[in-house]
């Protein structure tokens, strides 16, 4: 894609600090490190996110996001790692190709915050919401 920033580093217009690369995959340092080694795992090809990924290029993708986790917790001393993907505009997604955000963690006091995942939201149908979702696969 012409005006993608991530298919500008694919190509090495856009340069990127690399910390692996294969013929589909590609990952690079996060330009704003939220933790010390925040890394975004792509594919070379683009995607605009991960609604649109194809099952065996996701595959490839997350092996590495894998490998990156493992690595950052072997090599920085990470003690966990988040992996996030967001997906369109709505869920916080600002660059417009599929990646994968490997953030290592060295402490639940570091700049990333999970407190959202602990909202509840009262008088849910979960059975129906379960079944609308499972009905879809
Ligand atoms: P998201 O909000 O999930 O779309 O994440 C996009 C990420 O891309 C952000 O964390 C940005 O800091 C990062 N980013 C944007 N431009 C670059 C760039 N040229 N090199 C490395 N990371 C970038
Ligand atoms: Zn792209």
Same mark, same amino acid.
């Given at each position: 894609m012409d005006n993608c920033i991530f298919c500008k580093i694919v190509k090495g217009e856009i340069p990127c600090y690399k910390v692996y690369e294969d013929k589909d995959v590609l990952a690079f340092l996060d330009i704003?490190?939220?933790?010390?080694?925040?890394?975004? !795992?792509?594919?070379? $090809?683009?995607f605009d996110n991960l609604l649109f990924c194809?099952?065996?290029?996701?595959?490839? !993708? +997350?092996?590495?996001?894998?490998?990156? *986790?493992?690595?950052? /917790?072997?090599?920085?001393g990470a003690k966990g790692v988040n !992996?996030?993907?967001?997906?369109?505009?709505? *869920?916080?997604?600002? /660059? +417009?190709?599929?990646?994968?955000?490997?953030?290592?963690?060295?402490?639940? $006091?570091? *700049?990333?915050?999970?407190?959202?995942?602990?909202?509840?939201?009262?008088?849910l149908n979960l059975p129906a919401i379960a079944e609308n979702i499972s009905n879809k696969l």
């Open positions: 704003s490190q939220t933790t010390v080694g925040h890394t975004l !795992v792509i594919p070379k $090809e683009h194809p099952r065996d290029l996701l595959e490839k !993708v +997350m092996h590495v996001a894998q490998s990156i *986790a493992q690595a950052q /917790v072997s090599s920085l !992996v996030l993907i967001n997906t369109n505009e709505v *869920a916080g997604q600002t /660059v +417009m190709h599929f990646h994968v955000h490997v953030i290592p963690r060295y402490s639940n $006091e570091d *700049a990333l915050r999970l407190e959202f995942l602990s909202n509840k939201i009262d008088k």
